[in-house]
């Protein structure tokens, strides 16, 4: 957080504007903190996607299903490795391994928790910097 090196310098802390920003960072922190984080209670993932193809309907069918943790995608390689692009793409919270057994291989597709770990960090992270700024400033 550049914001946070701002308000530790000697040269800037006191400055009006790094004040101001001070505020304002603590105020959007402290409201991202509030925002509930809970682990995900099913297999439902996000599935906007911005491609409409065939296969990548079966791949938002598969994400939007609550029961299902795994699928096995079989295709030609154009049709796997485009689904791999439109997975790294658009984030999803998938682990994909290619299946080499029998041809055509199959993209095997796994539900992960990437998503809400990664809101995870950013929640310590968020307390770490406002602990820094409340000790320091009494925001």
Same mark, same amino acid.
């Given at each position: 957080?550049? =914001? ?21 960072? =603590? ?14 209670? &099913? ?14 309907? %079966?791949?938002?069918?598969?994400? &939007?299903?609550?029961? %299902? $943790?795994?699928?096995?995608? !079989? ?9 791999? %692009? ?15 057994? =029998? ?9 992960? %928790?990437? $998503?809400?770990? !990664? ?16 000790? $320091?400033?009494?925001?």
């Amino acid at each position: 957080f550049r =914001s946070l090196q701002l308000t530790e310098m000697t040269a800037s802390r006191d400055l009006p504007v790094v004040a101001h920003l001070r505020q304002a960072v =603590s105020v959007h922190l402290r409201k991202r903190v509030a925002e509930v984080l809970e682990a995900p209670t &099913d297999w439902r993932r996000e599935s906007k996607m911005s491609c409409t193809c065939q296969d990548c309907a %079966q791949l938002r069918t598969f994400l &939007d299903n609550p029961a %299902q $943790s795994k699928w096995a995608f !079989k295709a030609a390689e154009g049709k796997r490795s485009h689904l791999e %692009q439109i997975i790294r793409h658009q984030q999803c919270d998938l682990d994909c391994v290619t299946e080499c057994k =029998s041809r055509p291989y199959f993209l095997t597709c796994t539900k992960n %928790q990437a $998503s809400y770990l !990664k809101r995870v960090n950013q929640r310590k992270n968020d307390l770490d910097v406002l602990a820094r700024l409340t000790q $320091s400033y009494g925001l």
